[in-house]
């Protein structure tokens, strides 16, 4: 591979991250509705005498929580994308913290992109030499669609440049 001039500007850089609507606030509400929900309900059965249903109540608590703990778990996930004159390099975070790259020329780089009529893009891969690295399966088809077109237009800048000597 080319190496860029680590002093040259990219000529495109995004960090791509799983979107979450649900912020950190907006989950302690959730949490206190259906806590509140479950205890009103618990209290009910109580006193009806059926205090075994009570435990159940604690279970879905505890299960909606994993639930959403696993969910953000999951956002810590992240693709960088960088393209200079020279390289296109793709830097991998799972969301674990376990890192992994990719390397590509950009001149040869190109996007393959998989639409559907109806929902939009649905896959986005890099391909260079028989090589072929799938990005953005995370995103949705309209942030996809965005992105492919951002990358295209980067794509061609830097082919459009001279090779860095």
Not at 53 to 70: S, T
Not at 89 to 105: D, L, Q
Request: aromatic letters at 10%; hydrophobic letters at 50%; a positive charge.
């Amino acid at each position: 591979m080319t190496s860029a001039n680590p002093a040259d500007p990219p000529i495109f850089a995004a960090v791509l991250r799983p979107h979450r609507s649900l912020s950190q606030r907006g989950f302690m509400l959730v949490m206190l509705a259906l806590i509140s929900c479950s205890f009103t309900a618990g209290l009910i059965f109580w006193t009806m005498g059926a205090w075994p249903i009570v435990g159940f109540f604690g279970l879905d608590i505890l299960l909606v929580q994993l639930a959403f703990r696993l969910n953000y778990r999951q956002a810590r996930a992240s693709e960088e994308i960088v393209i200079f004159p020279g390289r296109m390099t793709i830097i991998r975070t799972s969301p674990r913290g376990e890192t992994s790259g990719a390397e590509f020329n950009p001149y040869w780089a190109r996007l393959e992109v998989q639409r559907h009529p109806e929902a939009g893009v649905t896959r986005v891969t890099i391909a260079s030499h028989g090589r072929r690295l799938d990005i953005a399966g995370f995103l949705g088809p309209w942030e996809r669609e965005s992105l492919v077109e951002a990358l295209q237009a980067a794509l061609a800048r830097a082919k459009a440049m001279p090779a860095p000597g």
